[in-house]
């Protein structure tokens, strides 16, 4: 075969299919024309490394096709900034949450420390590629139907955040966000950890307040979750920053006032231990949980005080 | 090459890239078919890669700048390309705006003559 021949076949190839007959005769008279000059200026046929030079000026079957295409790229100019931050949230939101699900391997499992470590390794890269992969999908669709055009119309310049705003680091919001979903999936036994729930001797038990609290606990980790994202993403809805603070706060501590009236928060059974040994470990336990309700009690009040005060400062300013 | 160079062909070619439909809509004021319009083009100092000229002339087509009809010419079909009404209109268009850039830039780098 002609190695125009083979070619052409090469464009056609990659053609959109309705016009690839009337492309590929134009391109054919082209190159026959192109030909046919050099051979007259020579006064002799072409060579076929000669043939093979002209083809090679004329550009790669693949990207002379492209150009056919209305379609040039998968993300154009226009969508990438968009891509880009996205992607950039993306990134923050899959390594927070599993760095957050490997720290707590790490602490409460039974697994060494290098296997969670690979585990945590492995599963980032994997999140990460797939969502990747989703996250480009959506966008490659968004820039055919023509994104970002009804965003730029609609877009004001006072939604933008406030230069005041102070706000937090992404690495906070983000191991907040992460934290509040990997408790939620936690809680809900969507996940699982190995937990650490029993020695050679003995096992934990959680007490029965936890059980009977588990709906208020799964609402409020819930409602600080909405309000860590509110605070993250849309810092400019003041109101409902302020108002998610104090219903957060106000239902977190009424849970944590009634976890914290019961008193005894989890058992130790013995399954061996002798009962002097129980009841040490039980009490030293339970202090340990005891001084984790207030600190957290303590930590909610400061944060929501934190957000209110920044909300009547810009309201003053 | 040097990185200077480089940047130049860089910068000379995102320059030229914008005044080529200028080019191919003004040389089609007269009827022509590819092969002979590149020529044009290379002989008024515009030389334009060849795997672009072809999806340039379909799109500027599809725009209803062109219109093109397959005629035989020297025993062999070619398709020949000549400016619609509407792309007369556009060129002048373009043609006005391309003389006001050259204005604004000559008097830009006035001093730098």
Known sequence: MDLIDRYLHAVRWALPAAKADDIIAELRDDLVTRKEDR?????????????????????????????????????GPDVFPFYLFVMRIMVL???????????????????????????????????LLINLAIVTLVFAV?????????????????????????????????????????FILWWTGVIQFP????????????????????????????????????????????????????LTTVAGLGVLALIYQAGHWATIVSTGMPADKVAELDKALNLGLKIAIIVVGVIWVFQCLQVLWQLVRERRG | MPIEEDLFEKLRVELRRGSLILAVLGALRVERYGYTLRQSLEEAGLPIDEGALYPLLRRLEAQGLLTSEWREEAKRNKRFYR???????????????????????????ERDK
Not at chain 1, 48 to 61: C, M, Q, R, W
Not at chain 2, 88 to 104: C, D, H
């Open chain 1, 93 to 127: 939101i899959i390594v927070g949450i599993d760095v957050a699900v490997g720290v707590a391997r790490a602490v409460f499992s039974d697994q060494a420390p290098l296997q969670v470590l690979a585990q945590t390794w492995g599963s980032v890269w994997m999140s």
């Open chain 2, 83 to 109: 400016l619609s009404h509407e792309g007369e209109e556009v060129l002048a268009q373009l043609l006005g705006e391309w003389n006001a850039i050259s204005e604004s830039i000559l008097r830009l780098t």
């Open chain 1, 142 to 182: 968004m820039e055919r139907s023509g994104f970002p055009a009804e965003h730029l119309r609609k877009w004001r310049p006072e939604q933008l955040p406030d230069i005041r705003d102070k706000r937090k680091s992404q690495w906070e919001s983000m191991f907040e966000i992460a934290a509040g979903l990997v």
């Open chain 1, 195 to 246: 937990f650490r729930s029993a020695g050679p001797d003995f096992r934990i038990e959680p007490a029965p307040v936890i059980f009977q609290l588990y709906w208020p606990i799964l609402a409020v980790t819930a409602a600080r979750l909405v309000q860590n994202l509110i605070e993250w993403l849309r810092p400019r809805w003041k109101a409902v920053r302020g108002a998610l603070a104090v």
């Open chain 1, 39 to 75: 051979e007259e200026a020579l006064g002799r046929p072409l060579a076929k490394d000669e043939v093979s030079a002209l083809l090679k000026e004329f550009g790669h079957p693949l990207i002379v096709a492209a150009r056919y295409r209305p379609q040039q790229w998968l993300i």
